[in-house]
């Protein structure tokens, strides 16, 4: 079993920057994959950036180039710098370990507003 726990999201107007940590604890030698997903309302669940173990960082197209994940293994935390935000960035962001099924964290809301 793995517990992931988020911080970093809150307000920020377009074009900010905001970065999201993410803490696992519990069985953390089965995880080989640690990221980010993202749901705004009325629309599904997507992933927006994967790190995976080895070093493979796998983005959402729409974050390419904005969004950046890293992985500190000895904290056993991950991060979403996430810079040139936009309007359709807003949305609860999910901490995921091991894609579906996977491990939940539970979520953490970035508004990108005016």
């Known amino acids: 079993q793995v517990q992931l726990v988020e911080s970093g999201g809150g307000l920020v107007q377009p074009g900010g920057s905001l970065r999201l940590s993410c803490a696992a604890s519990g069985s953390i030698n089965s995880i080989y994959a640690m990221g980010w997903y993202r749901q705004a309302p009325g629309n599904a669940r997507e992933l927006v950036a994967m790190?995976?173990?080895?070093?493979?960082?796998n983005y959402a197209d729409s974050v390419k180039g904005r969004f950046t994940i890293s992985r500190d293994n000895a904290k056993n935390t991950v991060y979403l710098q996430m810079n040139s935000l936009k309007p359709e960035d807003t949305a609860v962001y999910y901490c995921?370990?091991?894609?579906?099924?996977?491990?939940w964290g539970q979520g953490t809301q970035v508004t990108v507003s005016s």
């Open positions: 790190h995976i173990n080895g070093g493979t960082k």
């Open positions: 995921n370990a091991n894609y579906y099924p996977g491990s």
